[in-house]
């Protein structure tokens, strides 16, 4: 079932009256990167899933996000849904809204899974990259910088043996709304860091990343999953970035031990 809220495109499947998994996407995608987590956890769970407002079907308005907006949306739907207490699931930029609405509001959550992300903010070389990307965009359109962006996500493997997925998903991001596209770049660009607060995270927390991840790699992963009290690791062999989609068997095989170790 689809449902509008606060403008963005949310889905929801699964039983309703289950406990809820609710899925933040990373960049630049959509809902869909978590549809084989949603067709799996939903024969047991509420799955909610939703374009981040300016990606996908979510309309980018003036296009200036910040990730204070992004979870202010986040908890929107929370809030319209009335979920109780549901298990956070980010990957990379949806990592980044999850860990600092873990900082702001982690008592409505009850377990956070976090996919190839990082606390960190960026350093300035990131930022200068990010001010590259945006001026590129402006420049040659979206599709180039969404098809080299994309590449660099995935794992040799996918790109090589899974061709047809892999062009077809940079095929449709380079169909997003330019806008939407540049103000996440901007909100991940002013991100705050929120390592300071991983120390207080004191809900169930998975931390899965990618053998091959190049953008958030394990060594970065690994310094979070230390600092994490309630934690465990997981390392997705023949995966990039991507975990969900290159590996998903893995995938679903570590998130359905985390839920089944932690009673959720
Ligand atoms: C993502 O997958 O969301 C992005 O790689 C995050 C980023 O660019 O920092």
């Given at each position: ?50 374009d981040i407002r300016g990606l996908g079907e979510s ?128 909100a991940m660009l002013s991100r705050s860091d929120t390592t ?69």
């Amino acid at each position: 079932m689809k449902k509008i809220i606060n403008d963005l495109s949310v889905y929801i499947s699964g039983n309703n009256e289950s406990k809820t998994m609710l899925f933040v996407h990373g960049f630049p995608f959509d809902h869909t990167m978590w549809q084989t987590q949603v067709d799996e956890f939903s024969k047991d769970f509420k799955c909610v899933s939703y374009d981040i407002r300016g990606l996908g079907e979510s309309p980018a308005g003036d296009g200036q996000f910040t990730m204070e907006s992004f979870v202010d949306d986040l908890e929107a739907i929370l809030n319209e849904l009335k979920l109780n207490r549901p298990i956070l699931c980010g990957l990379s930029m949806g990592g980044y809204i999850s860990l600092r609405a873990l900082e702001r509001i982690q008592e409505k959550f009850s377990a956070a899974i976090l996919c190839d992300t990082k606390s960190e903010a960026d350093n300035n070389e990131g930022k200068l990259k990010r001010a590259a990307g945006i001026k590129r965009i402006n420049k040659e359109g979206l599709a180039p910088f969404a098809k080299d962006f994309i590449t660099n996500c995935f794992g040799e493997d996918f790109r090589q043996n899974k061709k047809i997925n892999f062009e077809r998903i940079i095929a449709k991001s380079s169909q997003f709304n330019p806008v939407g596209v540049k103000g996440s770049l901007l909100a991940m660009l002013s991100r705050s860091d929120t390592t300071m607060n991983l120390g207080k995270i004191n809900i169930p927390t998975l931390l899965i990343c990618g053998e091959q991840d190049t953008l958030t790699p394990q060594s970065i992963m690994k310094d979070m999953f230390h600092k994490i009290n309630k934690a465990d690791f997981v390392e997705v062999p023949n995966a990039g970035h991507m975990t969900p989609i290159e590996n998903p068997q893995l995938v679903n095989k570590a998130i359905r031990d985390f839920l089944i170790k932690n009673k959720l």
